[in-house]
């Protein structure tokens, strides 16, 4: 008698839809946080050196990316996706405010640059958590 495991994923092709709309919209969302932190006044200078507009927007999509990666492992090695996703995700989000605080930077531009990790996060990590298996 031979016993049989079979393990359930998510299908990739929703989760990478979902994942890479989310990556566009957090894209365009952390953008829009910043050049309105920008028009508020707030300097987009960090160490010295100005970070533009779009560099939030292209940072945003390459991080989105590897959380997308991420998931897809996840999908396929772990038994409970989605909880190990989400605590993960979360637990990398906390992290990447350090550097954003440890930056040569006045507070309000490490303030803002927290609040456009905390949006993409808002965006991506939910979406692309509903496309996993609990």
């Known amino acids: 008698m031979s016993v049989t495991t079979t393990t359930t994923t998510a ?8 994942g890479l709309t989310a ?10 946080v910043a050049a309105a932190g920008e028009f508020a006044g707030i300097s987009l200078v960090v160490g010295g050196a100005s970070i533009p507009v779009s560099g ?7 991080f ?3 959380g997308l990666v991420l998931a897809l492992v996840l999908a396929r090695s772990v038994r409970r996706p989605r ?8 637990v990398l989000t906390a992290l990447s405010l350090v550097p954003d ?5 006045s507070v309000a531009t ?5 609040l456009t990790h905390v949006v993409a996060a808002a965006i991506v990590i939910p979406v692309i958590a509903r496309r996993l298996s609990a």
């Open 64 to 66: 989105s990316v590897v």
């Open 83 to 90: 909880t190990a996703f989400v605590r993960t995700t979360i």
């Open 101 to 105: 605080v440890l930056a040569d930077a």
């Open 56 to 62: 939030f927007a292209v940072l945003t999509v390459i």
């Open 11 to 18: 299908p990739a092709k929703p989760l990478i839809t979902g």
């Open 23 to 32: 990556a566009v919209v957090a894209a365009a969302a952390t953008a829009a």
């Open 110 to 114: 490490k303030v803002l640059l927290m």
